[in-house]
């Protein structure tokens, strides 16, 4: 009488099983595509594609103040759509007790304008001042000056002080 040996480690099969894995993965993608377009904030404004952008992570934040322009000439102020002409007040009326005085802009890439009014005046200029175009940051902050006839008396403050800054002397 011989003893039955078993050879239980012949049949062991090492393989994985990527099955439930490939599963999981690909319910977290639908998850991640279904998600990501909710998380931004505001209008959502075809932007124009550049080659550099600059990030802004402050734009993105709940007091952040943002205002889009649509290839319609709609204009928005965070989620509120307002007339053009009412943008300069609500502007003026969310920045005077604030310590951070930046606007975003978000405009489609094929938006014609951005309304003529003083702010927009003192926006581009600022924008192209930024970008360091100081002829056209002077020629928008004469524009504003002009225009402004005292309503915003801390912009027209900075705007003749970038003058000088800005400006060759003669």
Do not use: C
């Not at 279904?34 to 404004?45: A, D, E, F, N, R």
């Not at 889009?68 to 204009?75: E, K, L, N, Q, S």
């Not at 403050?157 to 800054?165: E, P, T, V």
Request: charged content about 30%; cysteine-free; aromatic content about 8%.
């Amino acid at each position: 009488m011989s003893l039955a040996k078993r050879n239980e480690g012949a049949k062991v099969n090492s393989d994985i099983n990527v099955t439930p894995m490939v599963d999981v993965m690909l319910v977290l993608l639908i998850i991640f595509m279904v998600v990501t377009p909710m998380l931004q904030k505001g209008v959502s404004v075809d932007l124009a594609k550049v080659n550099n952008p600059e990030q802004m992570p402050d734009a993105d934040k709940e007091d952040a103040l943002v205002v889009a322009v649509m290839r319609t000439g709609d204009v928005f102020f965070g989620n509120d759509k307002i007339a053009p002409d009412q943008l300069t007040g609500k502007v003026k009326d969310r920045l005077a007790n604030r310590a951070d005085k930046r606007v975003y802009i978000r405009a489609d890439a094929r938006a014609k304008f951005l309304p003529e009014i003083p702010v927009s005046y003192f926006l581009r200029a600022s924008a192209y001042d930024h970008l360091r175009d100081y002829k056209m940051a002077a020629q928008n902050y004469h524009r504003f000056l002009e225009v402004a006839n005292g309503a915003y008396p801390d912009q027209e403050w900075q705007a003749r002080h970038r003058l000088i800054a800005i400006e060759p002397k003669k």
